[in-house]
């Protein structure tokens, strides 16, 4: 049987679809625009999210069309935003709030690009100051060790999380760069992962330890060929549907072995990406290899990963990651010494901080 496509409803739109200068019709094409310019559907679906909910408030308030919208009627929007309350009772973090802002900014923005408004409302709309928080929660190696560890090895689908936490936890891959892998994306010989069209449409080819290879090799050997539902795309990490994994059900995953260590702390995927970074920080990693490994080289900063063959990234990442061999490394090697540039330690800061970043934006789509 055919594999059936994983995918989300389409948010409705509130307002006349026969309108040509409605919302229906405006956000439709601010979509197509986006698809043609070639934005991730992840980002084209979340921000057509975000106008739908702009849509309806404006639509409750007898504003059908985009150019009803007027610098006051955004910023009653933004204070409706501060004092909205969700199902919980809780209100929506700041981060939630600059998003829907900043998704408006950008439609209105494009509205007046393509000449169907004459100026911009959302031009002078301040976004709400995002916070610098480091990671709430991060494992040290025994704490990893205990989380891998709890997958039922006496299972097929033990055997398949067991690889996946490997993997998360040897690469700091994020959770849709390891839904997406494909079984040509992992060199054996080589100890290495392609990692295709990761965040900003990028690809990047990163070091994996030897013994995450060896459980993804497990994996393929002993239960992908169960789960593989014809034609096969070649997606590595398979549902019991033969399907790809979705954020959510990944978040939900890790998240259930996470709690079930018992550690006293919380946390999914990305719990492994901070993890991951710290770890190799900890024992004496530069920060620019650990950047080009996430995927967070900046333009300033590129040309320390092109170059610097992924050999020598190997070698680093064989150095410092407690969980990159198949035998546990001499814990007392390479580590960082305590004391730091003012430098490094705010560069260190920096990424941190960038990585929690990320992790709360993921929780904000699984919202």
């Known amino acids: 049987m055919p594999r059936r496509k994983r995918g989300h409803k389409a948010p409705a739109i509130a307002g006349d679809p026969g309108d040509p200068v409605g919302f229906p019709v405006l956000v439709s094409r601010f979509g197509d625009w986006m698809r043609v310019q070639n934005f991730a559907e ?3 679906g979340n921000r057509v999210e975000q106008l739908a909910g702009l849509s309806v408030w404006c639509s409750e308030r007898g504003l059908r069309r985009p150019a009803d919208v007027t610098k006051p009627v955004l910023e009653r929007y933004q204070r409706w935003l501060f004092h909205r309350r969700k199902q919980d009772g809780k209100p929506l973090t700041f981060r939630s709030q600059y998003t829907a802002l900043s998704c408006a900014r950008s439609f209105f ?11 911009n409302p959302a031009s002078e709309i301040e976004l709400p100051k995002l916070e610098k928080r480091l990671p709430r929660h991060v494992l040290t190696t025994s704490e990893a060790e205990a989380v891998l560890s ?3 090895l006496g ?4 055997v398949r999380d067991r690889a996946m936490l490997e993997v998360l936890y040897s690469t700091g891959i994020r959770r849709m760069e390891l839904a997406g892998l494909s079984i040509y994306d992992l060199d054996v010989e080589r100890g290495t992962l392609l990692v295709r069209l990761g965040k900003g449409k ?4 990163i070091p ?10 497990k994996y393929q ?4 060929p169960e789960l593989v539902v014809e034609p096969d795309d070649g997606t590595i990490f398979l549902t019991v549907d033969g399907e790809s994994f979705g954020g959510g059900a990944l978040t939900a995953l890790v998240r259930g072995y996470v709690r079930g260590a018992n550690l006293g702390k919380s946390g999914a995927c990305h719990l492994f990406r901070h993890t991951m970074a710290t770890l190799m920080l900890e024992n004496g990693a530069d920060i620019r290899f650990i950047q080009a490994m996430l995927g967070h080289v900046s333009l300033t900063t590129t040309e320390i990963y092109s170059h610097v063959a992924i050999r020598k990234l190997k070698e680093i990442h064989d150095a410092t990651h407690p969980g990159a061999r198949l035998h546990a490394p001499d814990s007392t ?3 960082k010494p305590e004391s730091q540039d003012e430098n490094e330690a705010a560069e260190t800061t920096d990424l941190l901080t960038a990585l929690d970043a990320e992790a709360a934006e993921e929780e904000a789509d699984d919202v």
């Open 42 to 44: 992840r980002t084209v």
């Open 109 to 119: 923005r494009w509205l007046v690009k393509q000449n169907y408004l004459l100026s």
């Open 150 to 152: 709890q997958p039922d």
């Open 155 to 158: 299972t097929q689908l033990g």
């Open 202 to 205: 990028k690809d990047r080819m």
């Open 208 to 217: 994996i330890g030897s013994r995450a290879i060896a459980w993804v090799e």
């Open 221 to 224: 050997r002993e239960v992908r």
């Open 333 to 335: 090697k390479n580590r």
